[in-house]
């Protein structure tokens, strides 16, 4: 098992910053990956940035640029540092982990832009 809390989400205005946070705790052993999805409101969960077990990274055509996953492994952290936000970027974030074949999600963290 493996429990994520994400924080770090709330107001901010087109063209500001955020940063996100995933703790992590449980059992390591076999995660594949880690990453950040979002959902809109009447929209479906999208995949906004992972990294993989050995570093590889993959971002949303949409936030190519402006997002940066990365992680502390010392504190079992996971973060999305979110640049130039822009409305559309308005969702509940939900941080993941891929262990072996199940999927984790946290509760998720709203972030709001306002225009």
């Known amino acids: 098992q493996v429990q994520l809390e994400e924080s770090g989400g709330g107001l901010v205005q087109t063209g500001g910053s955020l940063r996100l946070s995933c703790a992590a705790s449980?059992?390591?052993?076999?995660?594949?990956?880690m990453g950040w999805y979002r959902q809109a409101p009447g929209k479906e969960r999208e995949l906004v940035a992972t990294?993989?077990?050995?570093?590889?990274?993959n971002y949303a055509d949409s936030v190519k640029g402006r997002f940066t996953i990365s992680r502390d492994n010392a504190k079992n952290t996971m973060y999305l540092q979110m640049n130039s936000l822009k409305p559309e970027d308005t969702a509940v974030y939900y941080c993941?982990?891929?262990?072996?074949?199940?999927?984790?999600w946290g509760k998720g963290t709203l972030v709001t832009v306002s225009s």
């Open positions: 449980g059992r390591f052993v076999g995660i594949n990956a």
């Open positions: 993941n982990v891929h262990r072996i074949n199940t999927d984790y």
């Open positions: 990294i993989t077990f050995v570093g590889v990274i």
